[in-house]
């Protein structure tokens, strides 16, 4: 599939407020760093592909939107669908769980809901710091998932890891909403710190990350940008 159509037929271009919140959800992140990855590696284009709702994450998307002359699409990082979800769940009442990120982390993050939105129930889980888990470790990971009997689940393993395991065990956990959130976590536990909100509105929220992650954000940012602009490129003129 061209990025045209991918973007035009799949990337998420409503208010949040139009999600479909009563029946299994998977919600996923679309950004220039994932379609260079996905044009590589089937299982995470099938998962992306597959996603209920595939967020336009990043001003590289809204540009490609632009130029291959596809309308109504604006910018929904991981950050702001985080937000949205857990205040409806606030005014529902409901348990969201996180799978993913350090003990300390999933500590910080609990303690910042339970004090931000106090008609949540919170629940997390570490799981093992590697590129592959057991299958030991994705069912100790599911049960302690399904035992929560959460309503939403936060997944933050980094991608293309943690779309590829919700794909491959979706059907195994119990909760209508599934969403990966990748780096958010830590954005949210303080742990590390977001761009500021002047360098969002520019649509350089990239640079302040980078400056600071130069090791774990090179690649992203000096290798997949460039080769996602050739992809738009070639998609106009060629």
């Not at 035009?8 to 760093?33: D, G, M, V, W």
């Not at 590589?40 to 996603?51: H, Q, T, V």
């Not at 609990?110 to 939105?117: P, T």
């Amino acid at each position: 599939m061209k990025l045209k159509e991918i973007i035009r037929q799949k990337i998420y271009n409503a208010p949040l407020s139009e999600i479909q919140t009563e029946k299994k959800c998977i919600i996923n992140a679309f950004n220039p760093h994932s379609y260079i990855i996905a044009k590589k590696d089937n299982i995470f284009k099938e998962a992306l592909l597959s996603s209920d709702v595939l967020l336009p994450d990043g001003v590289g998307v809204v540009f490609a939107a632009k130029i291959l002359n596809i309308k109504g699409i604006r910018k929904i990082a991981g950050a702001d669908i985080h937000q949205y979800l857990l205040t409806q769940a606030n005014e529902k009442g409901q348990a969201v769980f996180y799978a993913g990120a350090t003990e300390s982390t999933l500590k910080l993050i609990e303690k910042k809901i339970q004090k931000e939105y106090p008609n949540i129930r919170v629940g997390s889980y570490s799981p093992p710091f590697r590129q592959e888990f057991s299958q030991d470790e994705t069912t100790a990971m599911i049960t302690a998932i399904n035992e929560f009997i959460p309503d939403i689940l936060f997944v933050g393993m980094t991608a293309p890891k943690q779309e590829k395991w919700v794909y491959a065990n979706k059907d195994r956990i119990e909760t209508t909403m599934i969403c990966s959130i990748g780096a958010v976590f830590d954005f949210y536990a303080g742990t590390v710190r977001r761009s500021g909100s002047i360098w969002i509105k520019l649509g350089l929220e990239w640079l302040p990350r980078l400056l600071r992650e130069p090791k774990r954000l090179l690649r992203r940012n000096i290798v997949s940008s460039p080769l996602f602009l050739w992809e738009v490129f070639k998609e106009k003129f060629i």
